[in-house]
């Protein structure tokens, strides 16, 4: 049977079959062999989603107590890995940086498997985290009252999300005391100012079909998935909040959906909320250029802020 094209772009085909092509970058394999400060493994969280994620463990582990960073990958929900080249290289090396053990999670994937199906993937990690330490010896060192939630992209709005989660369950399996979203992807049916300036319009043509793709049949983009103020949350769980890491940039058009994010949690009165701006860098610099002088600065500030809550 005939298939045509219903959505696509330079990432992503969906074809009217339902069936879905995505573009694939170079990727980097799991070793067990120290490289650069850090060696990382591949686990299966939940097979049968299937569920994965890449652990990555620095150098100094023997007889330490580690802060655990749980990083939620971007890709408008509907592509990405943790075997992106670019991932692997940026977290290994943030994981030696900050002397962490950084958890990057493989969640199921949008259109596929709509929100809030991310999300509740991403919370089924912090629960595997907490059954697997008795028993996985790369967990051994881990401080599950030190986890700290990061993502970029839609893997900020990922962070963001869990954390709410982790709030309203009152038997959440661990302790998170720091969200670190980097050009985190919210939205709304409302343009902000940079989204209606004219050299965005390509850029607010790919976003557009993203959130189509990702949320909810018979919804749009004021969906609470996407639109902070649609999320009903109370005084007293605002107050519950961890401390907030929110990095924009510079020259990129969502740069304003981050600030805004960052104002919202001040205006909810959540205790801490810090925003940084790299200038001269785009959305996700971070993922295409690992080894960059912005992205060392960048993993500097993340450690300072994971060894300063």
């Known amino acids: 049977m005939d298939t045509t094209v219903i959505e696509s772009s330079e990432f992503i085909k969906v074809l ?11 990727t ?7 490289y650069n400060g850090y060696k990382c493994k591949d686990v299966t969280i939940d097979p049968l989603k299937p569920i994965t994620a890449r652990i990555f463990i620095p150098s100094t582990t023997v007889g330490a107590t580690l802060p655990v960073l749980m990083y939620f990958h971007g890709g408008g929900f509907c592509i990405g890995s943790t075997t992106w080249l670019g991932y692997h290289h940026f977290l290994g090396d943030l994981s030696a940086a900050s002397e962490s053990i950084v958890i990057s999670v493989d969640y199921r994937l949008a259109p596929e498997n709509k929100l809030p199906i991310a999300y509740e993937d991403c919370y089924a990690s912090l629960v595997w985290l907490r059954q697997q330490k008795p028993t996985e010896p790369w967990l051994q060192n881990a401080d599950l009252s030190r986890v700290f939630l990061s993502g970029d992209s839609a893997g900020g709005n990922i962070a963001y999300h869990v954390a709410i989660r982790a709030i309203w369950d009152e038997e959440c399996p ?69 401390n907030v890491l929110v990095f924009v940039a510079g020259l990129d058009f969502l740069k304003e959906r981050g600030e805004a994010f960052a104002e919202f949690l001040n205006k909810k009165g959540v205790k801490e909320v810090k925003l940084i701006e790299t200038k ?9 250029r690992p080894d960059s002088e912005s992205t060392r600065l960048l993993q500097k500030q993340m450690n300072d802020f994971i060894h300063s809550v």
């Open 280 to 288: 001269d860098e785009k959305h996700v610099f971070h993922v295409f």
């Open 16 to 26: 009217s079959d339902s069936s879905v092509e995505r573009f694939t970058p170079l």
């Open 174 to 242: 661990v302790r998170i005391i720091g969200i670190i979203p980097i050009h985190p992807y919210f939205g709304s049916e409302k343009r902000t100012e940079l989204e209606m300036r004219q050299g965005s319009t390509d850029d607010v043509k790919s976003n557009d079909m993203f959130w189509r793709l990702s949320i909810p049949e018979g919804l749009n983009r004021d969906y609470e998935g996407c639109n902070l103020e649609r999320m009903e949350v109370s005084e007293f769980e605002w107050n519950r909040f961890p």
């Open 28 to 34: 980097a394999p799991a070793s067990l062999d120290l």
